[in-house]
């Protein structure tokens, strides 16, 4: 690995984000030097390869990435996302196997737990694994699974026995099919796969945590990973919409006048520098709390990303109505943001699902 500022790499390769969306992949030459600069589970323990990044650390890195591509931010939430719960509920064994290889980008990783019927209600998952002696088979499509196209390992969320369970399955393995997804409404570098399992059989020590704990324990660390990742990479987004705006506004003189001299642009403008601020601020609290373990971390990181999803989606919106015709081109950022941050306010949670967790929080909550 080598030593490189988050803010620099994503600097580098911002100009080429938009033919990355165009082409719907994110280069796999890309994918390398993400996990050679040590971007990869760079919140893991240095014992394990990682690089033993704060979570205030984790979060500008997610921000630095977010606010040029999604998908080059959702490469690192996924990947530590499986790393955060194999380092949570994984066996010594487990541990030592999988997360330095994780760390490294030797292995990438594939978080499978939607299915057609099981998206916000988890429990709801159809997809089974039957003990068969010292093996486990799996049956059952997973959909929407990020970088599903290049992983080599999925952590898969299943029912076994009435109980759920969470496997980690080899993508090499007969009967395991990713189909690669295309055209969606967002993200669409994030080489997005459909996957099937097909009879597919794994050892029993591919089992990440007792049986009953897959849900509730095992998808619910690694979820809270993702939530507070793409709450980051969301104030990414709206920053750099915001950036985008502000430097249209200034520039464009229209009438002999410029966009920044009208009163309703610069409202448009501090709605969203407000919006923006408060994203980040909670995102900050997020980090805060989950670095010091703090009972309120898991809540302050669904306010996090709650608000921080929303606040991209509107600054991107007033983004692109300050920029007008220049918002809708092929390439704009803003249009590409617009379209990633409807997809923000579903994954990890939607709007509705963190409204109901918030309200929960509410009503134990003291100033």
Same mark, same amino acid.
């Not at 570098?189 to 996957?195: D, M, Q, S, Y």
């Given at each position: 690995?080598?030593?490189?500022?988050?803010?620099?790499?994503?600097?580098?390769?911002?100009?080429?984000?938009?033919?990355?969306?165009?082409?719907?992949?994110?280069?796999?030459?890309?994918?390398?030097?993400?996990?050679?600069?040590?971007?990869?589970?760079?919140?893991?323990?240095?014992?394990?390869?990682?690089?033993?990044?704060?979570?205030?650390?984790?979060?500008?890195?997610?921000?630095?990435?977010?606010?040029?591509?999604?998908?080059?931010?959702?490469?690192?939430?996924?990947?530590?996302?499986?790393?955060?719960?194999?380092?949570?509920?994984?066996?010594?064994?487990?541990?030592?196997?999988?997360?330095?290889?994780?760390?490294?980008?030797?292995?990438?990783?594939?978080?499978?737990?939607?299915?057609?019927?099981?998206?916000?209600?988890?429990?709801?998952?159809?997809?089974?694994?039957?003990?068969?002696?010292?093996?486990?088979?799996?049956?059952?499509?997973?959909?929407?699974?990020?970088?599903?196209?290049?992983?080599?390992?999925?952590?898969?969320?299943?029912?076994?026995?009435?109980?759920?369970?969470?496997?980690?399955?080899?993508?090499?393995?007969?009967?395991?099919?990713?189909?690669?997804?295309?055209?969606?409404?967002?993200?669409?570098?994030?080489?997005?796969?459909?996957?099937?399992?097909?009879?597919?059989?794994?050892?029993?020590?591919?089992?990440?945590?007792?049986?009953?704990?897959?849900?509730?324990?095992?998808?619910?660390?690694?979820?809270?990973?993702?939530?507070?990742?793409?709450?980051?990479?969301?104030?990414?987004?709206?920053?750099?919409?915001?950036?985008?705006?502000?430097?249209?506004?200034?520039?464009?003189?229209?009438?002999?006048?410029?966009?920044?001299?009208?009163?309703?642009?610069? *409202?448009?403008? &501090?709605?969203? @520098? $407000?919006?923006?601020? +408060? #994203? !980040?601020?909670?995102? =900050?609290? /997020?980090?805060?709390?989950?670095?010091?373990?703090?009972?309120? *971390?898991?809540? &302050?990181?669904? @306010? $996090?990303?709650?608000? +921080? #999803? !929303?606040?991209?989606? =509107?600054? /991107?919106?007033?983004?692109?109505?300050?920029?007008?015709?220049?918002?809708?081109?092929?390439?704009? @950022?803003?249009?590409?943001?617009?379209?990633?941050?409807?997809?923000?306010?579903?994954?990890?949670?939607?709007?509705?699902?963190?409204?109901?967790?918030?309200?929960?929080?509410? @009503?134990?909550?003291?100033?």
């Amino acid at each position: 690995m080598t030593t490189v500022d988050s803010a620099a790499f994503a600097a580098a390769v911002r100009r080429e984000a938009a033919d990355w969306d165009a082409r719907g992949a994110l280069p796999a030459e890309v994918v390398k030097a993400v996990a050679h600069a040590g971007f990869l589970a760079a919140d893991l323990p240095a014992t394990f390869g990682g690089g033993d990044r704060t979570q205030a650390d984790l979060g500008q890195l997610c921000a630095d990435f977010g606010g040029v591509c999604s998908a080059l931010r959702a490469l690192v939430t996924v990947q530590g996302m499986v790393a955060a719960a194999v380092l949570r509920w994984g066996t010594a064994g487990q541990r030592a196997h999988w997360l330095p290889a994780l760390a490294r980008g030797d292995v990438l990783a594939g978080f499978a737990a939607t299915e057609a019927g099981a998206g916000s209600d988890l429990s709801a998952v159809t997809t089974s694994a039957e003990r068969e002696g010292g093996q486990v088979r799996l049956r059952g499509r997973k959909l929407w699974v990020t970088f599903g196209q290049l992983a080599d390992v999925f952590l898969v969320l299943v029912g076994c026995a009435g109980r759920p369970v969470a496997v980690l399955v080899e993508a090499d393995r007969p009967g395991t099919v990713a189909e690669p997804v295309r055209g969606q409404l967002g993200m669409r570098a994030a080489r997005l796969a459909h996957v099937r399992f097909d009879g597919v059989l794994v050892p029993a020590e591919n089992l990440l945590a007792p049986p009953g704990f897959g849900l509730s324990h095992v998808a619910a660390t690694a979820l809270d990973h993702g939530r507070f990742t793409v709450a980051w990479g969301c104030v990414g987004m709206a920053e750099a919409c915001l950036r985008a705006a502000a430097e249209h506004a200034s520039d464009r003189v229209q009438g002999g006048v410029r966009l920044a001299g009208h009163q309703t642009v610069r *409202a448009l403008l &501090g709605r969203s @520098l $407000a919006d923006t601020s +408060a #994203a !980040r601020g909670l995102c =900050a609290r /997020a980090a805060a709390l989950r670095e010091t373990g703090d009972p309120e *971390a898991v809540a &302050g990181t669904v @306010l $996090a990303k709650y608000v +921080a #999803a !929303r606040a991209a989606a =509107a600054v /991107a919106d007033r983004a692109g109505q300050v920029l007008g015709a220049a918002g809708c081109a092929e390439d704009s @950022l803003v249009g590409r943001f617009f379209r990633d941050a409807k997809v923000m306010r579903i994954i990890e949670g939607t709007d509705e699902v963190a409204e109901q967790q918030l309200g929960e929080y509410a @009503l134990r909550w003291r100033p």
